[in-house]
């Protein structure tokens, strides 16, 4: 079936700009996170939301970030006023349910800020 | 807070040896371990999870292992080849998700 899918692959955009990335999760699945990984630096969890309970935004790096997801299903990542730091490829995951299921990641969408 | 170490960082070996990947974490109260691999330019690959309950899991010529008390975990690839060159990751979720940095095996011809 379908698997994970994020849009767009890629994007650049200049600095101060507003981004929008998108992730739509494998049907049926409750659970959506994302993750970031910079250039030469491991995985970055940022958040993830579990049905329709509020979303765990510990690991959002600023106020600039902000995520959600309508109607269960598809998921935006916001970045406001981008900075070049915030250039990184964003991962979207999703599982059956939060804890002890099996995550399953999109391909990602490499974002550069200039 | 949760910390998870991979070793090595990278590894290089001849095709047809086993080897063996190593993972660490400091906080024994996890839900599961996964391991993935990330091939370049690509998304993760998940290969194996491990419940908290459980003492390993076997795909193929993979086995991952758990030990929970000692915080611990370990990916054994068994006869190796060129197209398992990747970077392989190590995820544990206990509050969240946390990630290692990775190893990178590249296997020769």
């Known amino acids: 079936g379908a698997g994970v899918s994020q849009s767009p692959s890629n994007k650049v955009t200049e600095k101060g700009k507003d981004v929008e990335l998108r992730c739509d999760p494998i049907s049926g699945h409750t659970a959506l996170y994302w993750y970031r990984q910079s250039l030469g630096q491991g995985l970055e969890f940022l958040i993830y939301?579990?049905?329709?309970?509020?979303?765990?935004k510990s690991g959002l790096p600023s106020d600039r970030f902000s995520a959600e997801r309508t109607g269960g299903s598809v998921s935006t990542l916001t970045i406001q006023r981008t900075q070049q730091e915030d250039s990184a490829v964003y991962l979207c995951?999703?599982?059956?349910?939060?804890?002890?299921?099996?995550?399953?990641f999109g391909p990602g969408t490499r974002l550069t800020v200039t | 807070k949760q910390e998870v170490t991979q070793i090595p960082a990278a590894l290089s070996v001849p095709e047809g040896e086993n080897l063996v990947l190593n993972c660490s974490f400091t906080d024994s109260a996890i839900y599961n371990l996964q391991w993935f691999r990330q091939d370049p330019g690509k998304g993760l690959t998940s290969l194996l999870l491990i419940q908290s309950s459980q003492r390993e899991q076997t795909s193929g010529r993979l086995n991952a292992s758990l030990d929970k008390s000692s915080g611990r975990s370990t990916l054994y690839i068994a006869a190796s080849q060129p197209g398992d060159s990747a970077t392989y990751l190590c995820?544990?979720?206990?509050?969240?998700?946390?990630f290692g940095a990775g190893t990178r095996l590249t296997v020769k011809p």
């Open positions: 995951a999703s599982s059956l349910r939060q804890d002890s299921y099996e995550q399953y």
């Open positions: 995820a544990v979720t206990s509050n969240d998700m946390r």
């Open positions: 939301f579990q049905g329709n309970s509020a979303p765990d």
